[in-house]
């Protein structure tokens, strides 16, 4: 994959960490954006930190979109995201994404330095196809049914398989329709967006029906709301759940990790290795 200067190997799963420039995200909202601005002094320090750890990519969205969150005008996320992008791309080797549905805010970040779109809305927002594919970057497709102020109330699938994957298999040939190449494009079932635990579970169990459609997986089940489901745990003791997790869908085949916890992230993949190593020799 290639995000703008720098060429991805996805041959080992790698890990994204998140930076949530909000003051409202469920794990670190508040943390990096308050007062009205980001604090880039302490974003810094974490990037440097992630990077350190382990991190290809950093993934950096100014809109929450926890169940319930409020909508963020363009400019609000632009102000939130922009000084970011900036800052961290003039100072690190790493692989900036841009987590956000908005065209304008994909059209700024890309030439403040970012890598890769991510979009939850899958590109769906009018002209959101258009301008990934002008910016030649490599896109991440997720699947979420519903709006996250509505989407945790009642989802609801016949098969929740089936339908993830024929919404992202029908959404990567509109991105190849639009002209962005196989290879760039990357896919995500969206865990907790418009999903029940036995949606979410059912999807972790059969990951490798996403991976058979030829495109890399990424997953984001860090410190979300499965983990408290299956576990009783608070967002700040989700850690144990988010590894257990992160394990299980590296070994079904996930290639990208989105969390929060970098190093610790890092431990369990140096793990998963070796055992690949020894099973290959
Ligand atoms: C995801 C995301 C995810 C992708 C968020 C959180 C909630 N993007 N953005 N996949 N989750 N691609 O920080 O956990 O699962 S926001």
Redesign the pocket.
């Known amino acids: 994959m290639r995000c703008a200067g720098t060429e991805l190997d996805l041959s080992t799963p790698i890990i994204m960490g998140?930076l949530?420039i909000t003051p409202d995200?469920?794990?670190d909202g508040g943390r990096w954006f308050s007062h009205g601005q980001a604090d880039l002094d302490a974003l810094r320090r974490e990037a440097s930190a992630m990077v350190e750890a382990g991190a290809r990519i950093l993934?950096i969205?100014g809109e929450?979109?926890?169940p319930g969150a409020t909508a963020v005008s363009p400019q609000q996320e632009l102000d939130r995201v922009l000084p970011v992008f900036e800052t961290l791309s003039r100072e690190f080797d790493v692989v900036l994404s841009l987590?956000s549905s908005t065209p304008a805010v994909m059209r700024a970040a890309a030439s403040a330095g970012a890598g890769l779109l991510?979009d939850?809305r899958a590109f769906q927002r009018d002209d959101a196809l258009a301008v990934a594919a002008d910016l030649g970057l490599p896109v991440?497709l997720?699947h979420m049914q519903g709006e996250p102020d509505t989407m945790q109330q009642a989802p609801k699938y016949a098969d929740v398989l089936a339908e993830v994957q024929g919404f992202l298999k029908a959404r990567a040939t509109d991105c190849v329709n639009a002209g962005i190449p196989r290879s760039q494009i990357v896919i995500?079932p969206?865990?907790?967006?418009g999903k029940t635990l036995e949606h979410n579970l059912c999807l972790l169990a059969q990951l490798h029906r996403l991976t058979d459609l030829g495109f890399p997986v990424?997953?984001?089940?860090?410190?979300?709301s499965l983990i408290a489901k299956l576990t009783g745990r608070e967002v700040d003791d989700r850690l144990p759940g988010s590894l257990a997790l992160a394990m299980l869908a590296a070994q079904n085949g996930a290639g990208i990790l989105?969390v929060?916890d970098v190093a610790e992230t890092a431990d369990v993949l140096r793990i998963l290795q070796a055992l690949r190593d020894v099973q290959n020799s």
């Open positions: 998140v949530n995200s469920f794990s993934d969205g929450s979109t926890r987590d991510n939850v991440c997720m995500d969206g865990f907790g967006f990424l997953v984001g089940l860090s410190r979300k989105r929060h």
